[in-house]
């Protein structure tokens, strides 16, 4: 029973109970544990890290078990935890020409330096429900070919046409700039790029996924072209102050997409190709992809184009983009909100009185029931 | 060398900041209140952080209680006027097990009170302070859904287009059609979102003894009117604001000139009005007031929360 | 960094630091709500034990107080010359708020204020903008002795009809720097005053009326 008036402590503790129960399902079946989750739900378990902004796989793990798979939920479990932890600076910016490459893939070129590389992808599975998994025990798998990560001389798709002069020079904040950092400022508009990319990385992927595929269907066509994404570990440092140089921290596994788009140019500089730019934590490729075609349609301003599409609209974009932020002001409207309905009640009440009032006068024939607004002939 | 990612967690150390925000957190949240102050009515940005509820859910008037709170405050809290909604029992829970403190459902007794949608009906003293929980901070929201649009607005004084829009509902309605969250002039400067209390609360809010501080989490933002501050609810002379009046007295306890909450008794047009801010409800029943229905069966459903309290 | 885990006598062996709150998170909540309950009820005197001593001079009790519960290494804070000039009194502020210091009034989000008849023109610090009215400074004015001086009478939010206030010492132009500051409202700065155990406060929000001379 939804209890609003009376006996609130009471409901909440019974609804903390079941919620347990329902959480563990039938104790017939074994528990979950964190380490299945992180192993083989490591999708998931991005996703949460991604939009928990958070690395770390075995609380990601955790959060989804406790949340009951419910993504957002998980994320959200994150959000609170990470906000707990004390601050100790800023990393060094990640260097992933050094990726410890998993998975490297360009659409731009048949064949680069470095070789394209599949590595764990669904792309060209055929989605038919594998039978067999819903065994027991799922059997031994093949043997895969070569599974050690390659670290030599992949570089960036992006850098090949920069040395072509094709593409535009990386806009990198000048090193006297702060990097914003929305978790410790409130956003405000116009936001540069550096907080746009914060956001669009923390962002819910569903959300940036309709807006990329709406500038693919003519809101604002930016032209991509993937040139290229690859996943795999980076290294994580951090400059110790009082050392005197970098630490490393560990290294996490990133998915970077760097999109190529059609062009900018003027008077004074050549015709060149764009950016578009995604980064996310772990194997999240749909979402580095629609982060960084979104990324390139919020750029229109500084590349010369018109503002068209919502995916353009920064303050729009970057305001409903976060999901812990929309799940929690869409699902309030569950709880009471009798006191400001009552004031509503009562004015729909006046306002139907005067109308029926006003048409009695009018019509002195029309036959209406005042106490209850009814008219006589319904 | 590549270190492994660990999976491995570490034990929940179960020990929280005291009300759970860290200092340097509080320190942020501090500075604002005194700038909201400073600057009454205006909507004050702050890096809002996370909190373990969700946005949407009061973590804003969270935020607030948490920076401002000491140990020897007592804490009431109240949701839609009760203190035994879900809510007000959810963050009152909060604060009793990260700050340790003195909880209460008594108005008097409280040191701070936190509310969403009511202010009490007893007038609050100058020892008091009462947190709003605020959804959407910004009045001129629903005309300019554009932050940096309502800024300029705020930065001119150029509230013409709010009159505009009260002045239109008069037109098709013949009145004002806001009933909550009815905007407010603050010192003859910001036009000011009194959060979502029925405007029946709002001459509450003039010249008011206590200190009023409004936490927005999700869009955060803080603002605040310090004590004995002329607000004024905007209106025309022609058409003067006014509040709601109910025509029956309180079915418990007989007030009048409260808010009351209309209950469906049956499916059969069955009603009651029983008092929103049930501590004020409770207060008057203690002290003999009966209302008409103060003994029919459903009063006892209603009034019944000394029946589940004492388990 | 986080300068709060760090042990004083560890971090500072040379020149002897002088400890901070007892008891940092109460001790600072206190101090608060009394810097809070100044603001909000301009011109009235809020007293209390700011809970720290053996401060290098020229640094009060009460005006390390209000620092160590407002700043941290998110506020700029200016120092009047007399404080900048005392090593002891600039490593204590910078130990215990980490607080980045400023050599221009105009960079400051707060300024300490030991020698306030020196003090220089409100116009020089932060102001806001027109768009954020709330980017502008704090000022903390150490040293006063209330109920001395000029006798002023306030009105504005946060005071029940009229206020008296008085304070000293201030620096000459003084007062009429207080009006100019509200009459620029909801641009200006905010001023705290602290003496010995109590502390008053004006925001910008406040008017002031001084008697006929």
Known sequence: ?378 | MTLPVSKSIAPDEGSYNFAYLDEQTKRMIRRAILKGIAIPGYQVPFASREMPMPYGWGTGGVQVTAAILGADDTLKVIDQGSDDTTNAVAIRGFFEKTAGVATTTSTEDASIIQTRHRIPEMALNSNQILVFQVPIPEPLRFLEPRETETRKMHALEEYGLMHVKLYEDIAKNGHIATTYAYPVEVNGRYVMDPSPTPKFDNPKIDNMEALQLYGAGREKRIYAIPPYTKVKSLDFDDYPFEVQSFDKPCGLCNAEGVYLDEVILDDKGGRMFVCSDSDHCEERRANGHLGPMAADPAATLLSGGTQEKGQ | MNTEAINPSAANSAARLAAGFADPVHDAQNCFRKVMQAMARPGTLQTFEPGLTDLPAPLTAMGAAVALTLLDYDTPVWLDPALAKSPDAVSFLRFHTGAPIVDVPVEAAFALVSEPERLTGLGNFPQGTPDYPDQSATLVLMNQTFGKGASLKLKGPGIKDVARFSTSPVPTTFWDQVQANNAQFPRGVDVIFTGEAQIAALPRSTQLTRPEA
């Not at chain 1, 070919?145 to 072509?164: A, K």
């Not at chain 1, 400022?185 to 309709?210: I, T």
């Not at chain 1, 140019?265 to 490729?285: D, H, I, M, N, W």
């Not at chain 1, 960084?292 to 983009?321: I, K, N």
């Open chain 1, 1 to 378: 029973m939804y209890v609003a008036v009376k006996g609130g402590e009471k409901a909440i503790r019974n609804a903390h109970k079941l919620l347990a129960k329902r959480r563990r399902g039938d104790t017939s079946v074994p528990s979950l544990t964190v380490d299945q989750i992180a192993e083989q739900l490591a999708l998931s378990v991005a996703r949460v890290m991604c939009e928990g902004s958070l690395y770390d796989e075995g609380l990601a793990a955790l959060a989804i078990k406790q949340a009951r798979g419910d993504l957002i939920e998980a994320a959200f479990l994150i959000r609170a935890y990470r906000t707990t932890l004390p601050r100790f600076g800023y990393s060094e910016t990640l260097d992933t020409a050094k990726m410890l490459i998993e998975r490297r893939i360009s659409a731009t070129y048949k064949d680069l330096p470095g070789g394209q590389l599949l590595g764990p992808t669904f792309d060209y599975s055929h989605r038919l429900l594998d039978f067999a998994m819903a065994a027991e025990n799922e059997g031994a798998l093949d043997a895969v070919e070569s599974e050690t990560p390659l670290n030599e001389g992949m570089p960036r798709v992006t850098d090949l046409l920069s040395d072509e002069g094709l593409m535009e020079a990386d806009p990198l904040p000048e090193a006297s700039d702060a990097v914003g950092d929305l978790t410790r400022e409130p956003l405000s508009f116009p936001a540069d790029r550096d907080l746009r990319l914060q956001n669009l990385a923390r962002g819910d992927e569903g959300f940036l996924l309709s807006l990329a595929y709406s500038s693919q269907r003519g809101y604002a066509r930016t032209h991509p072209f993937t040139g290229e994404i690859r996943y795999g570990e980076v290294e994580v440092e951090f400059f110790a102050e009082e050392l005197g140089f970098n630490v490393k921290l560990g290294a996490i596994k990133v998915t970077e997409c760097q999109m190529v788009n059609q062009f900018s140019g003027s008077a004074k500089s050549p015709p060149k190709f764009t950016r578009g730019y995604g980064l996310v934590f772990g194997q999240v490729e749909r979402k580095a992809m629609a982060m960084s075609m979104v990324d390139r349609a919020l750029r229109w301003e500084e590349l010369g184009e018109e503002q068209t599409a919502p995916v353009q609209d920064t303050e729009f974009v970057l305001s409903h983009s976060d999901n812990i932020q929309a799940t929690g002001f869409v699902e309030h409207l569950k709880l009471p909100h009798y006191v400001d309905f009552q004031a509503e009640l009562d004015l729909v009440r006046r306002m139907r009185a005067e109308w029926f009032a006003a048409r009695d006068q009018q019509d002195p024939y029309a036959q209406t029931d005042l106490e209850t607004g009814k008219e006589a002939a319904e």
